[in-house]
């Protein structure tokens, strides 16, 4: 007797510890799922269909005597058709509902109060949903096995194709649940639902249009086709990573402004960067011919000019708690002028990268012929050029400190729009030409583009070297300048 009441008891303090762990939210908000009509409508219509589908399936093999092929690769996508629009619409969608919804009742500083934290708290929330998913998954778990008895369908291609779509469900959960931190008013709220609503209809169509290639084609079109497979990793990492770096940043909006908030997405853009970068470098020198070093710069930078325009534009200064512990190279916590020279060393480091790739390529293998150093540093350049120009420049059209992010942003776009149409127009009404490469060294799109493609290599020797240390010098100098600007601004606002 003594011994089963010490069992009891061990259960007990067991159980009790993991019920400590467990995130409450997640047990808060399946239970909200479970006794949703939503939830019961979509279960039972999908039970619905897959039974109809599974009914016209037996029907049809009763007739297989006549020469029929066999039915299941139809029968599986029939069947991942239905549980796409769950995983990849339905699941997404209520969980931005339900986010936006806290945000919106004024509910979420309620659960601020509990302790949790925001990164808990979106941790619960995307587990929960995350639940809810699984569940509808093990129900429609016996008919997509049902399919593969059908033939015509190989049983890793269906275990590939739950794996990714698993892989693309978890990815959408996160981008729907960092959407509902955005939009503080009622025209940015609108504005980021319909924009959600296009964007999981176009996953829900991707990811079918996947399914559907995998399950026809299965494992062979990987092994027959290597670009593929470095396409299908490359995806999964972007996925993987990105997903991570969208969960910081939803934590990172919802955090006090007293918090180090800044600390979690910063770090895993720069872990993302280092990994992709090292990545990069394994699956170029793994390729035969080695060649794309070109690709890769522009690409990348390309992201990190994106990344870096919210980097810089992140609120000045920064609570005075933190102001004591924050050195020159903290460049991970928060403030604009951090997030300015923390992007400027990412692109600086990528295209240090895309260097290396260069100057490691076998002659004759670049994508275009002539390409030079010259053409894969370029893209850093365009890429610091016209990221730092708004920031100086709204430094100098005295716009308030609230609105500045918002005024760099449309004169981001502004300036990158008019540098690539009236270039153009000028040099067809000088030379006759709208594509002269001269005129449009300043061009974000044909100048880049002329650097890339060697056209100012093969314009005479030292050519490509002298442009581009012209914009390097320009690009330099209105880094400093935004520099200087920003931390002039920094200054005020501490004053403040």
């Known amino acids: 007797m003594s011994k089963t009441i010490g069992v009891g008891v061990v259960g007990e303090a067991l159980l009790s510890r993991w019920g400590d762990r467990l995130n409450p939210l997640v047990v808060k908000e399946v239970r909200q799922g479970l006794r949703s009509r939503a939830f019961w409508a979509f279960f039972g219509l ?21 020469g029929l092929k066999p039915l299941g690769q139809g029968v599986f996508f029939s069947f991942f058709l239905c549980l796409a629009v769950v995983h990849f619409v339905v699941i997404p969608y209520t969980a931005y509902r339900s986010l936006a919804r806290e945000r919106e009742d004024d509910t979420w500083v309620l659960l601020v109060l509990t302790g949790l934290g925001p990164r808990r708290i979106l941790r619960g929330k995307v587990a929960s949903f995350l639940v809810q998913a699984g569940l509808y998954a093990s129900a429609i778990g016996p008919f997509l096995l049902f399919s593969y008895y059908l033939n015509g369908i190989e049983l890793p291609a269906i275990l590939g194709v739950l794996a990714l779509g698993a892989s693309w469900l978890v990815f959408l959960t996160v981008v729907a649940v960092c959407a509902a931190t955005f939009g503080d008013n009622r025209i940015g709220r609108a504005l980021v639902h319909f924009t959600l609503l296009g964007g999981l209809g176009l996953a829900c169509v991707y ?7 995998l399950s026809e084609e299965g494992l ?38 007293t918090e180090n908030y800044t600390r979690g997405p910063r770090l895993a853009l720069c872990v993302q960067t280092v990994l992709s970068g090292l990545l ?66 990412l692109l600086l480091g990528w295209g240090a990268l895309s ?18 150093p010259p053409g894969v ?43 690539g149409i009236l270039p153009p127009l000028f040099a067809l009404v000088v030379s006759g030409s709208a594509s002269d490469k001269l005129i449009n060294l300043l061009n974000p799109f044909l100048g880049l583009s002329s650097f890339v493609e060697g056209a100012y290599h093969r314009m005479g020797a030292g050519t490509d070297w002298s442009l581009w240390s012209f914009m390097a010098l320009l690009a330099g100098l ?14 005020e606002a501490h004053a403040s």
Request: charged share 15%; hydrophobic share 55%.
């Open 46 to 66: 999908m039970l619905l269909a897959c039974f109809g589908i599974a009914l016209v399936a037996f029907i049809s093999t009763l007739e297989e005597g006549n």
């Open 207 to 213: 990811g079918l249009t996947a399914a559907y290639i």
């Open 220 to 257: 062979r079109a990987f092994s027959r086709d290597r670009g593929l497979t470095r396409f299908t990793l490359g995806f999964l990492w972007m996925m993987l990573t990105g997903g991570w770096l969208l969960f910081e940043t939803a934590a990172a909006r919802l955090s006090l402004p």
């Open 280 to 345: 990069v470098l394994g699956l170029w020198w793994e390729a035969e011919p080695r060649s794309g070093a070109e690709v890769v710069s522009v690409l990348g930078c390309l992201y990190l000019t994106g990344c870096g325009l919210v980097l810089a534009t992140d609120g000045d200064g920064q609570a005075r708690a933190l102001r004591a512990a924050t050195r020159p190279w903290s460049l991970l916590r928060p403030g604009a002028l951090r997030g300015l020279r923390l992007a400027v060393v």
């Open 355 to 372: 260097a290396v790739l260069c100057l490691l390529t076998p002659a004759g293998t670049s994508r275009w012929n002539g390409t030079s």
């Open 377 to 419: 540093l370029a893209p850093p350049v365009y890429g610091l050029l016209y990221l730092s120009l708004p920031l100086w420049l709204v430094r100098l059209m005295r716009v308030s400190p609230s609105a500045s992010p918002l005024v760099v942003r449309v004169l981001f776009v502004l300036l990158v729009g008019l540098a």
């Open 478 to 491: 209105s880094v400093f300048l935004a520099d200087r600007a920003l931390a002039a601004r920094e200054r």
